[in-house]
């Protein structure tokens, strides 16, 4: 018995949809591997879950990219508009300008300079001492610029020591002024203790007491 015809509508339980999906989804992708073995195709497969996961196959000969290129050239149709082909140029360009740098780069650094001919040594050669020149000329701006820190940081210094030692000469001077006065202080109080036995004279109550004792 053959199978049933199966009526093509979205299955509505979310559990035979994904597994129906599954199914399907790996057998589009064994057609898709047996056509490019046995034709010798260029296949490009996407394909997009409901879930937003993405599947995809591309024949090993080839890249999507150049199967994208190749349909917009057949087809006329315009995958990309004027601003994205204006930024893939660019992005060329740029990349193209890379490869350039990194090869002058290596150049410079001594590297790959075999095969250049005489005047595109000359022309390199004229680039590293200008740099060297440039190079020199940044490190006495440097040098410059750290003599005159160190100037400054000399002048500082001599300045916060100048300070320092006014303060101490001035404590110093305080310190010496109050035991100056602190002496004299002293002096006077010992010169008045002396005086203190001739200035009271113990006088008898009873002049004629010893008499009569």
Request: hydrophobic fraction near 35%.
């Amino acid at each position: 018995m053959g199978r049933g015809k199966i009526e093509i509508k979205r299955i509505e339980n979310s559990t035979n949809r994904h597994v129906t999906y599954s199914k399907r989804r790996n057998g589009i992708m064994k057609k898709a591997k047996e056509i490019t073995v046995l034709c010798d195709a260029k296949v490009s497969l996407i394909i997009f879950a409901s879930s937003g996961k993405m599947h995809e196959y591309c024949s090993p000969s080839t890249e999507l990219i150049s199967i994208l290129d190749e349909y917009h050239r057949t087809s006329g149709k315009k995958l990309w508009d004027a601003k994205h082909e204006n930024l893939s140029n660019e992005i060329d360009r740029i990349k193209k300008e890379n490869d350039s740098m990194q090869i002058e780069l290596r150049h410079l650094k001594g590297e790959d300079i075999t095969s250049l001919p005489y005047k595109e040594l000359m022309a390199l050669e004229d680039a590293l001492e200008n740099g060297l020149t440039c190079v020199r000329a940044k490190q006495m701006d440097v040098l410059d610029v750290a003599r005159k820190n160190t100037k400054f940081l000399e002048d500082d210094n001599k300045q916060l020591h100048f300070i320092m030692t006014q303060q101490q000469m001035s404590f110093d001077t305080r310190v010496q002024m109050d035991h100056q006065g602190y002496q004299r202080a002293a002096h006077d109080a010992a010169d008045y203790n002396s005086q203190i036995p001739f200035a009271f004279r113990v006088q008898p109550m009873q002049p004629n007491l010893h008499e009569r004792m």
